[in-house]
């Protein structure tokens, strides 16, 4: 069975930095896709980032130069870390590991 165990979040204040990781356990064949989205309170799942296979990155808009995410496809871990966070930043973060698997999801707040 696949397991993915998301790791960091909890309350940052405004201008604040935070680093999330995930790891996967269990079975999966030729992962080619890792990322992160996230959920506002509210709304729906959107994009945060996502790591290609050979070192293609993708980051949603309003995460572009804040954001970095770090994919180890040998070991399933996936990272993302953010700067100057935002009040707009807060929501449940998942990790994705190609696009059927999902992490529980952790909970990130801004706020002062």
């Known amino acids: 069975q696949v397991q993915l165990v998301e790791s960091g979040g909890g309350l940052v204040q405004p201008g604040g930095s935070l680093g999330l990781s995930c790891a996967a356990s269990?079975?999966?064949?030729?992962?080619?896709?890792m990322g992160w989205y996230r959920q506002p309170p509210g709304k729906q799942r959107e994009l945060v980032a996502l790591?290609?296979?050979?070192?293609?990155?993708n980051y949603a808009e309003s995460v572009k130069g804040r954001a970095t995410i770090s994919a180890d496809y040998a070991s399933k871990t996936v990272s993302l870390r953010m700067n100057n966070l935002k009040p707009e930043d807060t929501a449940v973060y998942y990790c994705m590991v190609n696009f059927d698997y999902w992490g529980q999801g952790t909970q990130v707040t801004v706020s002062s």
């Open positions: 269990g079975k999966i064949l030729d992962v080619t896709a």
């Open positions: 790591s290609r296979t050979g070192g293609r990155t």
